[in-house]
Each structure stands twice: as structure tokens, then as C-alpha cells.
Nanobody, 123 residues
Framework: QVQLVESGGGSVQAGGSLRLSCAASGYTSCMGWFRQAPGKEREGVAALTIGSGRTYYDDSAKGRFTISQDSGKNTVYLEMNSLKPEDTALYYC???????????????????WGQGTQVTVSS
């Protein structure tokens, strides 16, 4: 089991930026960022295939969010720019351990989850 520790959430005004971090305790093949707003289902935002560096973005994140890694620190980041009020949610980091050629943000693929970090965007 991989332990995940997220940080970097907060409150910003629309148009602002935040960077989320997720530190993993061990090897992973996929790292993903998900979010859940009150009353809504958890949805995938972005994913990273650790071995190849390939990325996946949900349509809502394309052009605004960037997922990246610092492999030396076992840490994945989500840089979020041009934030909108509809981005307000609890953001979760997740890890998949099994070998995967290309990682996307299917919730069911991920084995381990962080505790979540709140992102609030005001208009």
C-alpha cells in the first residue's frame, strides 16, 4: 500500500493559480488527481504515467492544469491556472501500482488515495 500526502490547497479568486503536491511513499505506475464537489461524484482531472511521463487531462482541465512529477522526490504536482468557481472541490491524489502502459483518470483503476485538500475559488 502506498501512502499519499497532499498539500497546497487553499482559497483564491477566479483567475488565480494554485499548485497541489502529492508525495508518495513508494513505487507507483500511475498518479492521478481527482476532485469531488459537494453533492457530486468524484471525477478525474489529470493523470500521469510515471514510466513514460505521458499525461492525461479531462476536458475541464485541458489548457489550464498541468500535472508533473519530481521522480527524485516521488512527488507529483498539479499546477492549476485560470481557476474558476466551478473548480471548487476537495482534490484527491491517487496512485495505481500495477503495470500500466498509459494511465488515465478512471477512478476504479486507482488503489490508494490521499486524504484530500480543499480548493475554493471565489468569483
Amino acid at each position: 500500500q502506498v501512502q499519499l500526502v497532499e498539500s497546497g490547497g487553499g482559497s483564491v479568486q477566479a483567475g488565480g493559480s494554485l499548485r497541489l503536491s502529492c508525495a508518495a511513499s513508494g513505487y507507483t505506475s500511475c498518479m492521478g488527481w481527482f476532485r469531488q464537489a459537494p453533492g457530486k461524484e468524484r471525477e478525474g482531472v489529470a493523470a500521469l504515467t510515471i514510466g513514460s511521463g505521458r499525461t492525461y487531462y479531462d476536458d475541464s482541465a485541458k489548457g489550464r492544469f498541468t500535472i508533473s512529477q519530481d521522480s527524485g522526490k516521488n512527488t507529483v504536482y498539479l499546477e492549476m491556472n485560470s481557476l474558476k468557481p466551478e473548480d471548487t472541490a476537495l482534490y484527491y491524489c491517487a496512485a495505481r501500482v500495477g503495470y500500466t502502459i498509459y494511465c488515465d483518470a478512471r477512478t476504479s483503476w486507482y488503489n490508494d488515495w490521499g486524504q484530500g485538500t480543499q480548493v475554493t475559488v471565489s468569483s
